[in-house]
């Protein structure tokens, strides 16, 4: 850590801020910005984490040009949005069905604008993997020769769920480029001769995670 514990939230915080900026190597600490600091999760307390958003905001726009919170609850999301002035932009939560999928709070997402980025997405769903929607896109998949076709399959509905992006988690440069050239691919099947399959199975996928019954409310 570059700070030390016994310092201050505040200066936790500008200590921090300030290592990032002076670790880029492609310019100088004072051309260097942060795209989106995300908060890793929130404090204990709704205070600490409003004052710590407040100190965040205070480099917006300019060294951060947005912000983000991970692993928070409905509750504090709904809260930063409604008492700081700057809101977040992002949320990074686990996709699984102990959260429900977070239906409610992406739903919130969705209608403020802010981008859910999932993770955990492949890892924590081992049922979701064996659903009817996954396997028979992941058949489809499979013809257009994609490798790992189940796999591109499951990110292809959630990203479907609409303002949602996968974070794919794999460490292998291979894994990743396979993932994303799929997505690619599965997105020209889908816009053409898989409309009709794809838009069953994504239907059928929604109810599976309780989204079909949220979205007529």
């Known amino acids: 850590m570059p700070y030390e514990l016994s310092q201050s939230l505040e200066d936790r915080i500008h200590t921090s801020i300030a290592s990032s900026l002076a670790n880029f190597l492609i310019t100088s600490p004072e ?9 890793h ?17 205070s480099y917006v726009p300019h060294k951060i040009r947005a912000l983000g919170i991970s692993n928070t609850s409905f509750a504090v999301l709904q809260n930063l949005v409604t008492e700081m002035e700057i809101k977040p932009s992002v949320v990074q939560n686990r996709f699984h069905r102990e ?18 980025q999932s993770f955990w997405t492949f890892t924590g769903n081992p049922r979701l993997m064996l659903s009817n929607p996954v396997q028979k896109l992941g058949e489809e998949f499979d013809k257009l020769g994609l490798k790992d076709a189940d796999v ?5 509905l959630v990203i479907g769920l609409e303002g949602v ?9 291979e894994r990743m480029v396979g993932d994303l050239t799929g997505l690619d691919i599965a ?11 794809w838009d069953d199975q994504l239907q059928e996928f929604k109810a599976l995670i309780g989204e079909e019954h949220e979205n007529l409310k």
């Open 152 to 156: 591109v399959a499951l990110y292809a």
């Open 41 to 57: 999760s929130p404090f204990p307390s709704i205070g600490e984490t409003q004052k710590a958003w407040q100190i965040f905001s």
């Open 165 to 173: 992006t996968v974070l794919d988690g794999t460490t292998r440069p």
């Open 187 to 197: 997105s020209a099947w889908i816009e053409k001769e898989g409309k009709a399959t």
């Open 99 to 116: 959260t429900s999928y977070e239906v409610p709070l992406r739903k919130f997402c969705r209608d403020k604008g802010i981008v859910f």
């Open 31 to 39: 051309e260097a910005y942060i795209d989106c600091l995300v908060l």
